[in-house]
């Protein structure tokens, strides 16, 4: 069993702060790739960023210079650091990891539940 855990989301005003964080826990053999999806209201799910078990990153453009996404492998955690943020980033923030379960043989992607995140004055 491979669980995804989020948090950090809330109401932030424009221009304001915000850090996300993301738990794997379960039986997990190893972890590969981590991201941040997020979906707004009547629209589809959009990737935001991605980092590589080696540290390699990739940022959506609308997000580019403003979030930051990083990850600890010793606690099976990524975050999103975001900042200067904008009443249209305002989503259901999820977290996507591709892992390999210890009791299989492949690499699966898991969702976490997703947090809300909310930009309004």
């Known amino acids: 069993q491979v669980q995804l855990v989020e948090s950090g989301g809330g109401l932030v005003q424009p221009g304001g702060s915000l850090r996300l964080s993301c738990v794997a826990s379960g039986s997990i053999f190893r972890i590969y790739d981590m991201g941040w999806y997020r979906q707004a209201p009547g629209k589809q799910r959009e990737l935001v960023a991605t980092i590589s078990s080696g540290g390699s990153t990739n940022y959506a453009d609308s997000v580019k210079g403003r979030f930051t996404i990083s990850r600890d492998n010793a606690k099976n955690t990524v975050y999103l650091q975001m900042n200067s943020l904008k009443p249209e980033d305002t989503a259901v923030f999820y977290c996507?990891?591709?892992?390999?379960?210890?009791?299989?043989?492949?690499?699966?992607?898991?969702w976490g539940q997703g947090t809300q995140v909310t930009v309004s004055s």
């Open positions: 996507n990891t591709g892992l390999r379960p210890l009791t299989i043989s492949a690499i699966i992607h898991y």
